[in-house]
């Protein structure tokens, strides 16, 4: 099992940028594709962002591309989510996930992850 502690986060005016990390302890040899996740208010969760475990794949949402970079991986125990020319509509909770790579997995999809780190705020003023 895996354990994943978040870190970062806080509040930003638009135009600036904030950095999430996630901590995974735990069973330290399994690989695991690391997804970043949103949820704001009254919203349902949506995806981010998505690192493969070597760190050598990354898909992004249309929001996050040209914007967000996930980076690290799970063979380096943390993940991190670098979030520039941030918006108010990027204000959410955000959560690191983990899931266990195969074929018949969708990146974007929160079922397909198995642990979940506990969120953390992010909150960016127009």
């Known amino acids: 099992q895996v354990q994943l502690v978040q870190s970062g986060g806080g509040s930003v005016q638009a135009g600036g940028s904030l950095s999430l990390s996630c901590a995974a302890s735990?069973?330290?040899?399994?690989?695991?594709?690391m997804g970043w996740f949103r949820q704001a208010p009254g919203k349902e969760r949506e995806f981010v962002a998505v690192i493969n475990w070597s760190g050598g794949s990354r898909e992004y949402s249309d929001s996050a591309k040209g914007r967000f970079t996930v980076s690290g991986g799970t063979e380096k125990n943390t993940v991190v989510l670098q979030m520039n020319s941030l918006k108010p509509e990027d204000t959410a909770v955000y959560y690191c996930a983990a899931g266990t790579p195969s074929y018949s997995r969708n990146y974007d999809n929160a079922r397909d992850y198995e642990y979940w780190g506990q969120g953390t705020q992010v909150t960016v003023s127009p």
């Open positions: 735990g069973q330290s040899s399994t690989r695991y594709d």
